[in-house]
């Protein structure tokens, strides 16, 4: 078992959405990561995330909104295609949201953390299913808010891309050794 969980981990990777193959991950699948993004710490149980999910028609809409906001930056035609293709290619988009302590209890950051690791939950089970995702962070994002009908206290930290694919190319990353990154005390 601790064997599998290291392999997860440590194979994790983003897959973008130029590498998905347009198939479909289910519903159940999309609801199991869900359940599992929502069982990450949380300081004070907060837990600060909520998730709006969007696929088959509605990501097409998400699609045009974007491509509408960032027409107001002039978008050449090339980069409308690219983003139309990108999202028929995903099976689904969640945008990742923060709900803000309105009484600051906590600060910004634990709250960023906290639903950061929701994310990295829903990461690992992705790759536990051998299914592609990737965390996109557009200069749109904060225009978001009005689309996704969200509140004062709450931001769009993302878009979490999902979608099933063939093959990936091999990758030759090289990590810092970690004994560099650590002082035994």
């Given at each position: 078992m601790l064997e599998i969980l290291n392999d997860i981990i440590r194979n994790r990777r983003s897959v973008y959405p130029n590498q998905f193959n347009g198939k479909a991950v289910s519903n159940e699948v999309i609801m199991e990561l869900?359940?599992?993004?929502?069982?990450?710490?949380?300081?004070?149980?907060?837990?600060?995330?909520?998730?709006?999910v969007f696929s088959e028609k509605s990501k097409l809409k998400l699609a045009d909104e974007i491509i509408n906001l960032k027409s107001k930056q002039e978008i050449s035609e090339s980069l409308k295609s690219n983003i139309i293709q990108k999202f028929h290619l995903t099976s689904h988009v969640i945008c990742i949201c923060m709900n803000r302590d309105t009484n600051n209890v906590l600060p910004e950051w634990e709250e960023l953390a906290a639903t950061s690791m929701s994310v990295q939950n829903m990461w690992l089970t992705c790759t536990a299913y051998k299914i592609g995702c990737y965390w996109s962070t557009p200069n749109i994002i904060s225009k978001l808010d009005s689309f996704l009908n969200l509140q004062?206290?709450?931001k769009c930290l993302g878009l979490f891309y999902i979608g099933?694919?063939?093959e990936l190319p091999k990758r030759n990353l090289k990590r810092a050794n970690i004994d560099d990154k650590v002082e035994w005390m």
């Open positions: 869900l359940l599992n993004a929502n069982t990450a710490p949380t300081h004070r149980m907060t837990q600060p995330w909520f998730f709006k004062n206290n709450q099933c694919y063939d």
